[in-house]
């Protein structure tokens, strides 16, 4: 399974493959315990908007936080090429970045 990962990515080394799973646990992390406090700066709630609201606005903060937090922490760690392939592959999936004529 491993093996396939790097095919699928284009990574030689299992050191390489190592640092890349250890920055998505660390950008995981760091966007969910950072999105915390921006929420109750703007006084958002679960009492005030209720639960259903509450966790779409969360998610909705949560999301472009990851984004520029998988960057920061991808370039900390010598890999910002690789995580901004990565980016610009998934915001394309979603039709937030225009797809180029090299990209497959």
Same mark, same amino acid.
């Given at each position: 399974?491993? +093996?396939? &990962?790097?095919?699928?990515?284009?990574?030689?080394?299992?050191?390489?493959?190592?640092v890349?799973?250890?920055?998505?646990g %660390?950008?995981?992390?760091?966007?969910?315990?950072?999105?915390?406090?921006? &929420? +109750?700066?703007f006084?958002?709630?679960k009492?005030?908007?209720?639960?259903?609201?509450y966790?779409? &606005?969360?998610i $909705? $903060? %949560?999301?472009?936080?990851y984004?520029?937090?998988? $960057?920061?922490?991808?370039? $900390?760690f010598?890999?910002?090429?690789?995580?901004?392939?990565? +980016?610009? @592959?998934?915001l394309?999936?979603?039709? &937030?970045?225009?797809?180029? @004529?090299?990209? @497959?």
């Amino acid at each position: 399974m491993l +093996e396939r &990962l790097k095919k699928r990515w284009g990574i030689d080394s299992n050191f390489q493959l190592f640092v890349i799973f250890i920055v998505f646990g %660390i950008t995981g992390s760091m966007s969910v315990k950072l999105g915390q406090p921006v &929420l +109750e700066y703007f006084d958002v709630t679960k009492d005030r908007f209720g639960s259903g609201a509450y966790f779409i &606005l969360r998610i $909705l $903060l %949560i999301f472009p936080l990851y984004q520029v937090l998988l $960057l920061f922490f991808g370039a $900390l760690f010598f890999q910002f090429k690789f995580f901004w392939q990565f +980016e610009k @592959k998934m915001l394309q999936k979603m039709g &937030l970045y225009p797809k180029s @004529k090299n990209t @497959k």
